[in-house]
């Protein structure tokens, strides 16, 4: 059973490259979220979706977008990468979106951005 | 600004003794808490959490305290195994909402 998956592990980009983060889960959550976790700072919420073909913006959502393809996929697009977007990002699921259903979290993608 | 501290960037403690990891929160509107361990290069896990009607959750090795009057929660480990070495987030939310703020996390190395 993998849980939360995400794809690639690492990236190097170039300022103004785009690029596209997969996350998919097999635990037929209703719920995913897209996290960044910065150092010295704990994780803040970039998008989230409470249901398949729900998304909604988080704490900080400037300079990304995402995509709900289906109930196990849930994506993130820099569209222009800026060295601000260098982070650790987490894909995380939930059954559903209420915080006292514990989300499961992705082994993350380290993005650097030159 | 952030509404969940965590003072304590790192944690030394030997095993077999008590770990004790504190958080403090500034939203008095929170009521639900949640505390998350993570390895590194592996994403968190969810390790215990406390609703705001309560004022202690136990789980084997694991106790969290609530202070709801202080805006403050503890998280105990006894005994504190090696394996327990790692980065601890305190998070906490509404419990009717999806939105977790989320604490910079307290680094438990655990010597033997």
């Known amino acids: 059973n993998a849980g939360v998956t995400q794809t690639p592990k690492f990236q190097v980009l170039k300022t103004g490259q785009s690029m596209t983060l997969q996350c998919a889960q097999d635990?037929?959550?209703?719920?995913m979220y897209w996290y960044r976790q910065d150092p010295g700072m704990g994780l803040r919420l970039i998008y989230y979706?409470?249901?398949?073909?729900?998304?909604d913006k988080g704490e900080v959502p400037n300079g990304y977008n995402v995509s709900r393809l289906n109930k196990r996929e849930f994506s993130l697009r820099l569209e222009s990468a800026a060295p601000s977007q260098t982070s650790v990002y987490f894909c995380?699921?939930?059954?559903?979106?209420?915080?006292?259903?514990?989300?499961?979290f992705g082994d993350g993608t380290r993005l650097s951005i030159l | 600004d952030q509404q969940v501290k965590q003072n304590s960037p790192s944690l030394s403690v030997q095993e077999g003794r008590i770990s004790i990891l504190n958080c403090d929160y500034t939203?008095?509107?929170?009521?639900?808490f949640l505390w998350y361990k993570k390895y590194p290069a592996e994403g968190p896990t969810f390790l215990i959490s406390?609703?705001?009607?309560?004022d202690k959750n136990e789980d084997g090795r694991f106790t969290v305290f609530l202070n709801k009057s202080a805006k403050h929660l503890s998280l105990h480990i006894v005994p504190s195994q090696p394996g327990d070495s790692a980065v601890y987030f305190c998070?906490?939310?509404?419990?009717?909402?999806?939105?977790?703020?989320f604490g910079a996390g307290t680094t438990v190395t655990v010597r033997a």
């Open positions: 995380a699921s939930s059954e559903w979106q209420y915080s006292n259903q514990p989300q499961h």
């Open positions: 979706s409470a249901s398949e073909g729900t998304t």
């Open positions: 998070a906490a939310s509404l419990s009717n909402d999806y939105k977790l703020s």
């Open positions: 939203n008095s509107m929170f009521d639900y």
């Open positions: 406390i609703s705001s009607i309560k």
């Open positions: 635990m037929n959550h209703n719920s």
